[in-house]
Every structure is written in structure tokens, then in C-alpha cells.
């Protein structure tokens, strides 16, 4: 574990640059040889307003970076947060323990609370209206949601007290999981199950773009799902039943412009209907 932390403590710009397109290729090309949804369209042309928006992502939290670090030295220096106020365990334990907190305020946390207040639905609705999801819609997040999950990352920092090799592991691993349970793979039915008690398989996420409520509303976690089992919003439904996008946003060629998707947060607000509301 030394290891990993030393590495961690000082990781090449150019090696989270590989892991990032790295992560991309990889299930880009699984997709093309598991696909769970066989859709007859330009891979490319959908991915480029997707790919745009990943480097917006890149760039915003390159700028901000500097604040992750001094929160970091803050914390460590003063032996500050959760993780630092517990008894001493081993360096296995604390990492995993800082990882999974910050899981908790990066991803799930952020990730509900942009569902549940209207101007924030309104920002995270470009993730949302993609009508063919994969592997690229994963940092398909409007320029403001980055600046928000930052934010989020930033205040996990704080409560957690977690160093700054401990945050490198969960945006390397954070990285990893949201292109995974982006990619329109299909996975045995068992194993995506299995793997779902622990983490957020492909299965269990897709059901959080199906277009209509409750569904919308739950599995909110990117790498582990234990926050969505223990705080009651996890949710089954079988993956050929679901319809991706965002049914009171249906038009498909507006959700795939560039131009349409910037103007789409200053919109009306507008929720995805309640199934019971259609029956």
C-alpha cells in the first residue's frame, strides 16, 4: 500500500491524460463487440458534443486543482476530518474509508441534490438527454455541473480530511467506474448483479437514465452502491425495458447539438413524468 501511495502522492499529468483516453477506447471498442443496445447510428457524430463537454470537464477542474491541493495540506496539517479523528488502522482501511467518503460527497450526494433542487435538474439535464448512452456520455456534464461537482469534491475534502493521494485514487477510480457503468456493454445478467452489491455495475446506472420517474430518481452513486442500498434510493429495472433521455425533453436532434445543449439549463423547468401519472 506504500506503493500506491507514493505513486499516487506524485501521478504524472500524462498518466491521468492516458487514463482518460485510455478508459474511453477501451469500452468504446467493448461496446462494439457486447453492445446491449445495437443502434444503427454514427458512433462519432454522436460523440463529439460528448467528448466536447468531457474536455470542458477536464479543463475546469485543471483550473480549480490548486484548491483541492491546499484543502488537502490544510487538513493533513491539522489533522482535520472524518477519517483523521477516527482511531489509527491500517493504510488499506484509511484509504479505502477516505475513498468511499468521498464517493459519498463527489458522487452520490452532489448527484441527489442536483436531481431534487429545479435550477440544478435544469444544469444536469444535459447528462440526462442523451437518447443513446455509452461510454462517452460519462463526463457529458454542462461546463456549471463541473463547477458544481467540484464544489461537492471540495466540501468532501473538507469534512473528510482526506490527503491528496487519497483524492488522486478516488478521481482516478471515479474515472474509471462512470466510463464502466456508461458503456453500453452487456454484461451477464448474474454478474452485473453480483457486482452490483458492491459497486455500481452497468446495469444497476442504466436504470437511472430510464426517462421516466421514479426510476430517474435513483441509484445516484458512481463507484460504490452502498449509499444507494443504505439511504433507500436504489432501484431494479431489467435493462431492456429501459428508454434512455428525458420524456418532457424528447426531441433527439436538439439533445445532440452542441449549441442546444449550452442553452439547455436557461430552459423551462420540467421534470421526467411519474409513471403513475400514466397509468
Known amino acids: 500500500m506504500e506503493i500506491v501511495r507514493s505513486y499516487f502522492e506524485s501521478m504524472p499529468s500524462l498518466h491521468r491524460s492516458m487514463l482518460l483516453v485510455g478508459g474511453i477506447t477501451f469500452f468504446w471498442l467493448l461496446e462494439g463487440g457486447i453492445p ?23 479543463i475546469i477542474n485543471f483550473a480549480l486543482a490548486f484548491l483541492l491541493l491546499k484543502t488537502s495540506f490544510w487538513v493533513a496539517d491539522n489533522n482535520f476530518g472524518l477519517i ?51 461510454t462517452t456520455t460519462a463526463n ?10 467540484f464544489t461537492f469534491t471540495l466540501i468532501g475534502v473538507f469534512i473528510v480530511g482526506t490527503p491528496f493521494y487519497i483524492i488522486m485514487i478516488y478521481q482516478s477510480l471515479s474515472l474509471v467506474f462512470t466510463q464502466f457503468n456508461h458503456a453500453n456493454i452487456r454484461m451477464p445478467k448474474k454478474l452485473d448483479k453480483a457486482l452490483s452489491y458492491i459497486i455500481c455495475s452497468p446495469d444497476m446506472h442504466k436504470v437511472h437514465h430510464h426517462n ?12 460504490f452502491s452502498i449509499w444507494d442500498r443504505l439511504l433507500g434510493t436504489y432501484m431494479q429495472l431489467d435493462r431492456d425495458k429501459i428508454v434512455y433521455g428525458v420524456d418532457t425533453f424528447p426531441d433527439e436532434a436538439k439533445n445532440s447539438n452542441l449549441k442546444e445543449l449550452l442553452k ?16
Open 84 to 134: 483523521n479523528w477516527l482511531p489509527e488502522m491500517p493504510l488499506w482501511a484509511y484509504i479505502l474509508l477516505g475513498v468511499l467518503f468521498l464517493d459519498f460527497f463527489g458522487a452520490y450526494l452532489a448527484h441527489l441534490v442536483e436531481h431534487k433542487v429545479k435550477p440544478l435538474w435544469m444544469v444536469h439535464l444535459v447528462h440526462h438527454s442523451d437518447h443513446k448512452v455509452d
Open 36 to 58: 446491449l443496445f445495437k443502434w444503427k447510428h454514427n458512433k462519432w457524430k454522436h460523440a463529439l458534443p460528448n467528448l466536447f463537454f468531457t474536455g470542458t470537464t477536464v
Open 212 to 223: 421516466l420517474l421514479p426510476y430517474t430518481d435513483s441509484n445516484y452513486g458512481n463507484i
Open 140 to 149: 457529458r456534464h454542462h461546463p456549471i455541473e463541473s463547477v458544481i461537482r
Open 264 to 279: 439547455q439549463p436557461f430552459q423551462g423547468y420540467r421534470k421526467p413524468t411519474n409513471l403513475e401519472e400514466l397509468s
